[in-house]
């Protein structure tokens, strides 16, 4: 999907670690073909093989290939679509709530290939899978789809092998959206994340293409205008076409005090490392909503009847999505905005604690289980009303809200269990003869004592690991996307699920409780 241009906004921050100009990387850039048009699709099969449009107001927002192949393009309007294409049919894509999901869908599909997925936009996706590379010698080293070299040099790093690991991966996950939600998609192989965002759109659609290395900088130079790499947008565009510099030939050779007097040394440096194909930049987890709820803005209403009825429609909605989104919430809050006699209004919100059952009867909440449920919830939404209106005078609202939050991974206030910690000291000292015992080998720890443990006493082990982490570290995430203060070869050994939550836990930074780090992390610590 095509972001806004937005100057200071660099999809590719080339400012972190320099080591990372190496080849070292395999990214996977996946970008879903005609994406609206494909969900529509799906919804609707009698559509296939028509030329289909989507429509937005009155402009068609993207079109199926078979009315490309008719002259339709992306963001014409309507009049236009039609001129070149008369029987297109046009499909309404106002309500974004069916690409939402099947985005989240993909999203899901490739998680279980990669920790490091980052979700750029609803049909977009970057995937590091760097460690799953240097994990699976045993996997084919010819290139999986095209190769994008026009070079017969060939990188001595060992580059070539581990993006041919790479492409064989992309097709693995792009034969399994297929397969399984009847997806096609386009993927670009490169070692970061730029280059493989430009080199995935050189075969379209259902294709995917690798960049060789010795390659990169014969493939940012045919995109001719600095305008044409992602990042640039038309701010920063103006002021280069003011400098004079309208290729990238330009960008690349032009004096950095030119750059830097224009733009600011940042975005003058960074720009002048994209125009040469640098893009240090990691894969960013994207993070899973924190809470999940509704609003409901209306003319005032004054009788507890008519709140009633507007939390029960509030309540079906919100359960909807959480239901989707398959954690279980322990708190819930309710947002009112009250209309003062003086008519100024005042937002007030009051949250609880709720034991939320996820075996309700039914997927959408309307079993046996899930009515008792709903009862109980209204009944919580009612004492929270009481809490923040005074139902013994007169009152009017224009507003509701209903939100659930404090979902597992991200409950990091939740007290630790002595228990837990006692559990686990006792593991990891039947694990090693003495405590703590210096690693044997640089680079590593005894990971084993984590994996022995039940998954919800690791994650609490691992919560704990992290609360225990001193406030300043954590809220200095490195550039590498590791933990301040492990080694990132460390890191990447650890299992996936133990990473996830280790960053996941990380991004708490602000609910971080400051304690002395016990044992484990410093044994942890001291390992890398
Ligand atoms: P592709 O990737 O060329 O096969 O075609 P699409 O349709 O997947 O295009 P893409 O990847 O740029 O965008 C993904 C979806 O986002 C697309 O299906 C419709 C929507 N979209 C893209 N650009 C715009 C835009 O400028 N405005 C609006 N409202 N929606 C857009
Ligand atoms: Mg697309």
Not at 98 to 112: G, N, T
Not at 117 to 146: A, R, W
Not at 276 to 283: E, L
Not at 404 to 416: D, E, K, L, T
Request: with cysteine; aromatic share 6%; proline share 5%.
């Amino acid at each position: 999907m095509e972001g806004e241009d937005e100057d200071h906004e660099f999809l590719f921050n080339t400012s972190a670690d320099q080591s990372f100009n190496k080849h070292e990387r395999v990214i996977i850039h996946i970008d879903i073909d005609c994406f609206y048009a494909q969900v529509e699709m799906i919804l609707n099969p009698s559509l296939r093989g028509k030329p289909l449009g989507i429509k937005q107001k009155n402009i068609v927002v993207t079109c199926n290939y078979e009315a490309r192949a008719l002259g339709v393009e992306k963001l014409m309007t309507i009049k236009s679509a039609l001129e070149k294409c008369p029987s297109l049919i046009l499909a309404n894509g106002e309500d974004l709530k069916k690409y939402r999901e099947m985005s989240e869908k993909i999203y899901q599909v490739l998680q279980s290939y990669s920790l490091f997925v980052e979700k750029l936009g609803f049909d977009e996706n970057f995937i590091d899978v760097t460690h799953k590379v240097v994990k699976c010698p045993e996997v084919p080293q010819v290139i999986t789809g095209h190769t994008f070299q026009d070079s017969d040099g060939i990188c001595a790093c060992g580059c070539t092998e581990r993006l041919a690991q790479g492409s064989f991966i992309a097709q693995k996950m792009r034969d399994r959206l297929r397969d399984e939600l009847g997806i096609t998609s386009c993927a670009g192989i490169a070692f970061n994340k730029l280059l493989a965002k430009l080199i995935g759109t050189t075969h379209k659609p259902n294709q995917q293409t690798t960049l060789l290395s010795t390659s990169s900088l014969s493939l940012i130079k045919s995109l001719k205008h600095p305008r044409n790499i992602p990042g640039i947008g038309s701010a920063i565009n103006r002021k280069l076409e003011a400098l004079g510099i309208d290729t990238i030939e330009k960008l690349q050779s032009a004096e950095i005090f030119k750059l830097t007097e224009a733009l600011g040394a940042k975005i003058a440096n960074q720009i002048q490392q994209l125009s040469f194909g640098i893009d240090n930049s990691h894969v960013k987890i994207t993070d899973r909503p924190k809470s999940i709820g509704a609003e409901d803005g209306f003319t005032p209403i004054r009788s507890e009847v008519e709140v009633q009825k507007k939390l029960t429609c509030l309540l079906d909605r919100v359960l909807e999505l959480v239901e989707k989104d398959g954690r279980k919430p322990s708190q819930l809050k309710l947002t009112v905005r009250k209309l003062h006699p003086s008519s100024h209004s005042v937002r007030e919100s009051r949250q609880t604690t709720i034991e939320y059952a996820t075996e309700t009867g039914s997927s959408t909440h309307q079993g046996p289980g899930g009515e008792k449920q709903k009862v109980k919830l209204m009944t919580t939404l009612k004492n929270l009303f009481e809490k923040i209106i005074d139902c013994d005078v007169s009152w009017q609202v224009t507003l509701l809200g209903i939100s659930f939050s404090g979902f597992p991974s991200s409950n990091s206030a939740s007290p630790v269990k002595n228990s837990i910690n006692k559990y686990f000291h006792l593991k990891a000292s039947s694990s090693r003869s003495e405590e703590p015992q210096p690693p044997a080998k640089r680079g590593r720890f005894d990971e084993s004592v984590l994996q022995e443990l039940p998954p919800d006493i690791r994650q609490e082990v691992l919560q704990d690991m992290q609360n225990q982490l001193p406030s300043s570290d954590a809220q200095k995430p490195t550039d590498f996307n590791c933990p301040k203060g492990i080694d990132p070869l460390v890191f990447y050994e650890l299992p996936m699920e133990i990473r996830e939550e280790l960053l996941a836990e990380e991004r708490m930074k602000k609910q971080t409780i400051k304690r002395k780090p016990n044992n484990l992390l410093q044994y942890f610590r001291k390992a890398s």
